[in-house]
């Protein structure tokens, strides 16, 4: 059988499983739009896009679960400083909080890390963001503070696959990505390296190292699926695989890029260093549900 996933050499199995469970669990599982719900809405919803702050990418709030924004659900495209504002003018609180606010970053966004270049001109692959809308569900009519980043991808990642509440998928995501109970992964976690708080500081610093890491591997992995035969055409399980994927591997693909910097001084391209350290992760476990 051929492998589906090469250099990082993801089983055929563990694939197979992914698109027969409907994409390891994100086929409808998601509460549609319901106009009988509650009927207390906010007009609009408002945040930031983050990897470093993320301009030129398109937002949506994915009200089917289709992993796509489609011509019905609010969109907007972030600007400068990675931050949006969506119209949510009509929807009830229960649909926005059963939603999910989607993210996807083409090659023509630029990245504040990258100063001013595009994700093309630095080597970086396009990819996809997640954030549960549950986070920022108010009864106001101006919900704000909305943050979408790699660590709130991995936590909607769960909660679609496994059907798990917030707090339980929180819990999930911190154990996967061995940090301290208390982290809040829904933070800005760029703003906070300039916090006067050292401790906050600290925390900020690695938060964005692996927020980093983790939205360059969600990109090579996903380009790399979608290449492979099997589900070329499919792009939300090639997503789905491809963060199921990263939820167990993360803290080895961390040590792997720490290693290698200092293994291979001579590689200075983040991107190079990811595609490295995806080199030498190994096989992750087959399971079914």
Avoid: W
């Avoid at 990819?127 to 980043?149: E, K, W």
């Amino acid at each position: 059988m051929k492998k589906i996933l090469q250099p990082y050499r993801l089983p055929c199995t563990l694939l197979l499983a992914c698109m027969v469970l409907g994409g390891c669990g994100g086929g409808g599982k998601v509460s549609r739009f319901s106009a009988d719900s509650m009927t207390n809405t906010g007009s609009s919803l408002s945040g930031t896009v983050i990897d470093g702050y993320i301009e030129g990418a398109e937002v949506c709030l994915d009200l089917n679960g289709s992993l796509s924004c489609d011509g019905d659900e609010p969109k907007a495209i972030t600007i400068a400083g990675g931050t949006f504002r969506l119209d949510t003018t009509g929807l009830t609180s229960d649909a926005i909080k059963a939603a999910h606010l989607l993210t996807h970053v083409p090659v023509t966004a630029k990245d504040a890390d990258d100063l001013g270049q595009t994700l093309e001109s630095m080597g970086k692959s396009a990819f996809s963001l997640l954030a549960p809308a549950a986070y920022y569900v108010t009864d106001s009519s101006a919900m704000t503070g909305a943050v979408i980043s790699p660590l709130t991808t991995m936590v909607s990642h769960d909660m679609l696959t496994r059907e798990s509440k917030l707090t339980d998928a929180e819990k999930a995501v911190r154990g996967h990505m061995d940090l301290p109970d208390t982290t809040r992964l829904n933070q800005d976690f760029v703003a906070a390296l300039k916090d006067a708080d050292l401790v906050k500081q600290i925390e900020a610093q690695q938060l964005t190292e692996k927020a980093q890491i983790l939205a360059l591997a969600i990109g090579q992995i996903n380009g790399e699926m979608l290449k492979a035969e099997a589900i070329k055409t499919n792009k939300k399980q090639a997503l789905l695989a491809a963060l199921g994927y990263l939820q167990i591997r993360v803290p080895e693909l961390h040590q792997a890029y720490k290693a290698g910097k200092i293994k291979q001084p001579t590689i200075t391209s983040s991107v190079d260093r990811v595609s490295s350290a995806l080199k030498t992760l190994s096989t992750p476990p087959v399971t079914a549900d």
